[in-house]
C-alpha cells in the first residue's frame, strides 16, 4: 500500500522569499507519479507540479520546482519569490501505475505574509 | 478543452434525509472519474472510482453509493444521511490511470 507523509502542519514564509515543503512516501512499485497540489480557501483542488519516477530529472513548473530524491522516497516542493496568492493548503499525492488510486498525505498550510 | 462540474456547490440536510450528487465532464469522452471526500482540515479520501458507464469500484464501505449512468456523469448517492457524512464532496476525472486527476470546484455538504 501506498502512503505519503506531510510532517509539517503549517508554514509561514515573506513574500518574494523562498520556502520548501516537504513531502516522504512510501511504496512499492517500480513505476509511479508523484505530484502536488494547490487548495486556496476556495478549496478548488489546483495540480501545482507533476513528477514521473522514472525521470530522474526533477520537474519545474515556473517559480515550483521539485526535489525529488527516490532513494530517500522524499519528494519536496520549493516554491521561489513566494506570492501572497500562494496561501493555500498544500497536498503531496503518489499514484501507481496500475493502481488507478491518487493517496493524499495530510497536507500543509502555507501562509505568505507581507 | 475540458471542464468538470459539480452541483449543488453548497447543501443543507437533515439526518436521516436523501442525497445526490451530481459531477460532469466536458470536453473529452470515457473519462475515469473519482469521488473523494475531505472533512476539514483533512486530506481526501477516495470514495468510489469508476473506469467506464455501469462500473464502480467502492473504496471504503460506508452508506454512499455512487453511480455512472452516462459516459461523463457520476452520481454520489446516499438513502439515509448520517452526521458523519458532513464534508467536502470533491470529483476528479482522468483520461487514463496513469495520467493527472483534475478536480471540480466541490460539494459542501453539512448534515445537522
Known amino acids: 500500500a501506498q502512503t505519503v507523509t506531510q510532517s509539517q502542519p503549517e508554514m509561514s514564509v515573506q513574500e518574494a522569499e523562498t520556502v520548501t515543503l516537504s513531502c516522504t512516501y512510501d511504496t512499492s512499485e517500480s513505476n509511479y507519479y508523484l505530484f502536488w497540489y494547490k487548495q486556496p480557501p476556495s478549496r478548488q483542488m489546483i495540480l501545482v507540479i507533476r513528477q514521473e519516477a522514472y525521470k530522474q530529472q526533477n520537474a519545474t513548473e515556473n517559480r515550483f520546482s521539485v526535489n525529488f530524491q527516490k532513494a530517500a522516497k522524499s519528494f519536496s516542493l520549493k516554491i521561489s519569490d513566494s506570492q501572497l496568492g500562494d496561501t493555500a493548503m498544500y497536498f503531496c499525492a503518489s499514484s501507481t501505475e496500475y493502481g488507478n488510486k491518487l493517496v493524499f498525505g495530510a497536507g500543509t498550510i502555507l501562509r505568505v505574509k507581507s | 478543452s475540458q471542464t468538470i462540474h459539480q452541483w449543488p456547490a453548497t447543501l443543507v440536510q437533515p439526518v436521516g434525509s436523501p442525497l445526490s450528487l451530481e459531477c460532469t465532464v466536458e470536453g473529452t469522452s470515457n473519462p475515469n472519474l473519482y469521488w473523494y471526500r475531505q472533512a476539514a482540515g483533512r486530506g481526501l479520501q477516495l470514495l468510489f472510482y469508476s473506469v467506464g458507464i455501469g462500473q464502480i469500484s467502492s473504496e471504503v464501505p460506508q452508506n454512499l453509493s455512487a453511480s455512472r449512468p452516462q459516459d461523463r456523469q457520476f452520481i454520489l448517492s446516499s438513502k439515509k444521511l448520517l452526521l458523519s457524512d458532513s464534508g467536502f464532496y470533491l470529483c476528479?476525472?482522468?483520461?487514463?490511470?496513469?495520467?493527472?486527476?483534475?478536480f471540480g470546484p466541490g460539494t459542501r455538504l453539512t448534515v445537522l
Open positions: 476528479a476525472w482522468t483520461r487514463g490511470v496513469t495520467d493527472t486527476q483534475y
